[in-house]
């Protein structure tokens, strides 16, 4: 899902949320005497005398359009990513050799935990506009030495490119520098 559409969905809840607290508020204060001259019934007389006019199904029609326009967007932005389909690696008579990129990441992963400014390093297989890309997330230390962490970075990268040996799967890596541990005054 999209950031957009992140942000839409929870700008529609909030708005729904209100609304409907708005209402049950209304509805529970409607026959009570806290909030005086409230009218017994509600009358749309403008509302009545519009449902007669020939515009009116027109501008039901245009609200019809616009409300399935936007529940398409809304559904489309809510497709699931594509999946990541395993890597063929050879195929003949006897079967096929297939290999699964989400344990590649996996192991790459595994493998940057092992350098020694990585706190912590994760990997998933995603496929980034069109193209399947092995994701690595690491995450240094407060202060790591990039003559010892990017080499590793690289290695485990060439590793991959060259255990895969096909040019179609990228690789990503992500760097978080941790933060420094403050020191608390006693």
Avoid: Y
């Amino acid at each position: 899902m999209t950031r957009l559409a992140t942000t839409f969905d929870r700008f529609a809840a909030i708005v729904a949320g209100l609304a409907l607290v708005a209402f049950g508020g209304a509805l529970v204060v409607w026959n009570t005497t806290w909030l005086p001259n409230l009218p017994d019934v509600i009358a749309l007389p403008g509302l009545r005398s519009a449902t007669t006019t020939g515009w009116w199904p027109f501008a039901l029609a245009g609200v019809g359009v616009v409300l399935v326009v936007v529940a398409l967007r809304w559904l489309f932005a809510h497709t699931p990513a594509a999946k990541v389909k395993d890597l063929p690696l050879h195929s003949d008579a006897a079967g096929s050799i297939t290999v699964d990129l989400g344990e590649v990441a996996t192991a790459a992963a595994a493998a940057l935990e092992q350098s020694l400014d990585v706190e912590s390093a994760s990997g998933k297989a995603v496929v980034d506009r069109g193209t399947r890309t092995v994701d690595l997330t690491v995450t240094t230390s407060a202060s790591p030495r990039p003559d010892r962490l990017l080499p590793a970075i690289d290695a485990v990268c060439a590793q991959i490119a060259g255990m895969l040996s096909d040019p179609s799967v990228a690789t990503r890596t992500t760097i978080h520098t941790g933060t420094r541990e403050r020191r608390r005054v006693r």
